[in-house]
């Protein structure tokens, strides 16, 4: 079996594939997952270590998706890309259906930005060998920025995420199935997200690896005060993914997979010297 990630080894990217037709497209249908697929190939010839495949839209405001939908999006994209290649496939779901029928084809991470919370979810993966990332968010994707609220954010995120965990392993999934993740931008305001990836190394006390994304995110934007489009936020992106790593993330989440990579190799290289 693959190893994922061990801790003595260079982190990880994984890299971003959207699953989702363009709506001002009537070949979305037929075209949707050629261009998935093609794009998934693309970033792995870029370097990266493994996909994330979603076709649910989590940004701030977008709507839901039934697991019919989802299913329909994502099985043809699944399908191939497993056929082409051996790194491992992760798939952005809440939906336990859509879990089920995906692990069936073999693929080797659940990334849920609801940590297993749907009725159903925690069976569905313990009864896999899946890995699983455990996010953290307040609130849904259609109200989560209206008016995020924390007393000591890092300290409910972690509490939050310790529950999730303990949940997890109460349902049978293995502890080193078990990936944490902070949720930049679920539910969290600028002074949320920068306390949280500040202090990112008070997770690692949960004993499972970290898992982050900020790529193309508006805390960049915010961070700098400035107006920068999602795809001028490339530099910041590349800043805070390497703080990240710094502070112990074994996973990266992003877009630009061929730039993040160059920026770890020259990190990595300068860890090895010092080990
Ligand atoms: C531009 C492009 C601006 C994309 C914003 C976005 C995370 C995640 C997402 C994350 C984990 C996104 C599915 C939001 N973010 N999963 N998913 N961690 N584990 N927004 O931070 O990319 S979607």
Redesign the pocket.
């Known amino acids: 079996m693959l190893q994922f990630a061990p801790a003595a080894e260079r982190p990880w990217v994984m890299g971003?594939v959207n699953v989702t037709p363009d709506s001002f497209s009537d070949g979305g249908r037929y075209l949707a997952p050629a261009a998935a697929i093609d794009h998934g190939l693309a970033l792995l010839a870029a370097g990266a270590d493994l996909l994330?495949l979603?076709a649910e839209s989590?940004?701030p405001g977008a709507a839901q998706v039934s697991p019919e939908e989802e299913l329909q999006r994502l099985l043809p994209v699944v399908r191939e890309l497993r056929r082409q290649t051996s790194r491992p496939l992760s798939i952005?779901t809440s939906q336990p259906e859509v879990m089920r029928v995906l692990l069936a084809e073999g693929v080797d991470m659940i990334?849920d930005?609801r940590a297993l919370q749907q009725p159903g979810a925690l069976a569905v993966v313990a009864a896999s060998q899946a890995q699983v990332?455990l996010?953290h968010m307040q609130g849904q994707p259609q109200d989560m920025q209206q008016a995020p609220h924390y007393g000591d954010v890092v300290s409910e995120v972690q509490d939050f995420l310790d529950a999730r965990v303990r949940a997890c392993v109460d349902a049978g999934i293995d502890r080193q199935r078990l990936w944490i993740?902070p949720?930049?931008?679920?539910g969290k305001d600028l002074a949320h997200n920068l306390a949280l990836l500040a202090r990112l190394d008070t997770l690692q006390q949960l004993g499972c690896p970290l898992?982050?994304?900020?790529?193309?995110?508006?805390m960049l934007a915010q961070a700098l005060a400035a107006e920068r489009t999602?795809e001028q936020r490339l530099p910041a992106s590349l800043a805070a993914h390497l703080w990240a790593v710094e502070q112990g993330a074994r996973i990266v989440?992003v877009?630009d997979v061929a730039a993040m990579v160059d920026a770890l190799r020259l990190w990595w290289s300068l860890k090895e010297r010092r080990a």
């Open positions: 971003i994330d979603g989590t940004r952005d990334n930005v990332c996010m993740d949720g930049f931008g679920f898992l982050v994304g900020m790529s193309r995110k508006r999602p989440r877009h």
